[in-house]
């Protein structure tokens, strides 16, 4: 029993991947085989659904109706800012999250801004 049946590297490395593989395979279907038979699952009721669904209806009627009836605002843009840099600062504000309305752009402090400021302190004064 001292001797090993093989020292070719080959035949041991795809040994040791062929059981692997089999455990990986044995785990997966044991997770399947959970989620099938899970007893913390909860039972789908099919009967409130439709009712749900005349709800959210409702809803989004009363909004459209709500949004029809209330005069739209054209936002403020101030000479200089285009409609293309309103649209992207309304998208980076709701990719940030929030939602609402961009009802007005004001660029503050021009002449020393953070940016201007930052790359004077970095030595960059002779480029400005």
Do not use: C
């Amino acid at each position: 029993m001292g001797h090993p049946v093989t020292t070719n590297p080959f035949i041991i490395m795809m040994i040791n991947m062929t059981v692997v593989f089999f455990v990986l395979v044995a785990l997966g279907g044991l997770i399947h085989l959970i989620h099938i038979i899970d007893p913390t699952k909860e039972k789908e009721d099919h009967s409130d659904e439709s009712s749900e669904a005349n709800e959210q209806a409702a809803i989004i009627a009363k909004l459209k109706e709500q949004q029809a009836s209330q005069p739209v605002e054209e936002p403020q843009v101030e000479e200089g800012i285009t409609p293309e840099i309103i649209a992207a600062i309304s998208a980076a504000i709701s990719a940030y999250g929030f939602s609402g309305q961009v009802r007005a752009v004001k660029i503050v402090g021009r002449e020393n801004s953070g940016w201007k400021r930052n790359a004077l302190d970095n030595g960059l004064r002779k480029s400005i």
